[in-house]
Every structure is written in C-alpha cells, then in structure tokens.
C-alpha cells in the first residue's frame, strides 16, 4: 500500500487552464505539505496543514490554492496556469516534528 | 538566498569503498538536518536525521556527522554498494516555524560504480 499517494503522476495542460492535484496519506499523520521542484532540482515548501490548518505559507501566488477536507488528504488546485508553472509538485506528511513521508510527484507540464 | 548548499552537484565511488557527501548551511537558527535519498520518478526517502545537541548519528552503513561552528554537516555511506545509487538531499529545519519548514540543499548525484 502506497503511504502518500498523489494524482496524478503526469499532467499536460494549457496556459490558462485550471488543474487540481490531489493527495492522500494513510500514514495517520497530522501534518500534510506540498513542495514544489523547479528545473534546477531545489525542492521548496509551498504549504503545510497541521489537523486541516495552514500552518506554513511561503510566497506562492494566489492563484495556488490548497485544501485539507480532513487530516488524510491535502489537495491543490491551480488557477490561471503559466508557463512558470511546470515543475515537479511532491506532497508530504508527517508527525508534528518528526520526518517527512512524500509522494512520487505530480510532473506538470504546461503548454 | 540558498541557506542550504551541497556544493557537490554529482560523485562517483566505487563499491565498497566510502562514500561522503558534504552539505553546508547558513542559518543558524536550524536545529535538525535530515537526508533524503531520490530514485528517479520517486519521491524523496527519509535516510538519517540529526540533532543539533549531536555531533554523530549512526544507523546501519549510514552516519552523519555534525560541525554546528562550521555549520557543516555530511554523510558517510561505508560500504557503498551499487543500490545506494540516487540523489542525496540535504534539509535543514528550526526557528520560528519549527520542524515544519525543511530547507532543501540542491542535492548530490552519488553513483556507484562496480
């Protein structure tokens, strides 16, 4: 059974269009993240839910938006997508304060 | 500003010898350090985690040592084997946002060569 699973794997889309990417955890974790890995390999933290509270907000444009409908799943819906937008997104999660469990990524590709 | 570094893009070592991986940081609010190890189209692994009130962890073939006055941290691997293959991530954490927010060194590519 995959800890943190995330879908999808791949997603090919326009500029302008909006996409969400989902992920769930069965790891009974309390905390969730998303990163993001641009071209140059850096992976930085987006955003983390601790018990469905955003805990951390980097400076990530608005129209990144992540929702926790409860502590086993973490999703994040993008508006308006530009070409700046095409990267790797990993999810994470993990115990408040212990190492972080992540998903395979979702390598989104924007045209 | 890149508070975590790995100035070592990629290393080649043959099996069965060490394998050492250097990872520097800047901040010196940072109290834990992690690795994490990366196949390709996998997401990162956890590998080995260290204190700041620790200079040394072990865990099987794996050590991490720690210099907080150089703020310098690496990896041993001994023996290498040929599945230890992968990127290596450094991170860092603490401060205000606690062990929350990992800073990520660029990475390292270790190869092991048969």
């Known amino acids: 059974d995959t800890a943190v699973s995330q879908t999808p794997k791949y997603l090919v889309t326009q500029m302008g269009n909006d996409k969400s990417i989902k992920c769930e955890q069965n790891l009974g974790h309390d905390t969730m993240y998303w990163y993001k890995q641009d071209s140059k390999k850096f992976l930085k933290i987006m955003f983390s839910?601790?018990?469905?509270?955003?805990?951390i907000n980097e400076t990530v444009p608005n129209r990144f938006s992540p929702k926790s409908p409860d502590k086993a799943h973490l999703n994040l819906h993008i508006n308006s997508l530009e070409l700046g937008d095409s990267a790797v997104y990993f999810c994470a999660s993990s115990l408040l304060g212990q190492p972080q469990h992540f998903g395979d990524g979702t390598r989104l590709s924007i045209l | 500003d890149q508070q975590v570094k790995q100035n070592s893009p990629s290393l080649s070592v043959q099996e069965g010898r060490i394998s050492i991986l250097n990872c520097d940081y800047t901040n010196s609010m940072f109290d834990y350090f992690l690795w994490y190890k990366k196949y390709p189209a996998e997401g990162p692994t956890f590998l080995i985690s260290i204190s700041s009130i620790k200079d040394k962890n072990e865990d099987g073939r794996f050590t991490v040592f720690l210099n907080k006055s150089a703020k310098h941290l690496s990896l041993h691997i001994v023996p290498s084997q040929p599945g230890d293959s992968a990127v290596y991530f450094c991170?860092?954490?603490?401060?205000?946002?606690?062990?929350?927010?990992?800073?990520f060194g660029q990475g390292t590519r270790l190869t092991i060569n048969p």
């Open positions: 839910y601790n018990n469905k509270e955003l805990i």
């Open positions: 991170a860092a954490s603490g401060g205000v946002q606690g062990a929350q927010k990992l800073v």
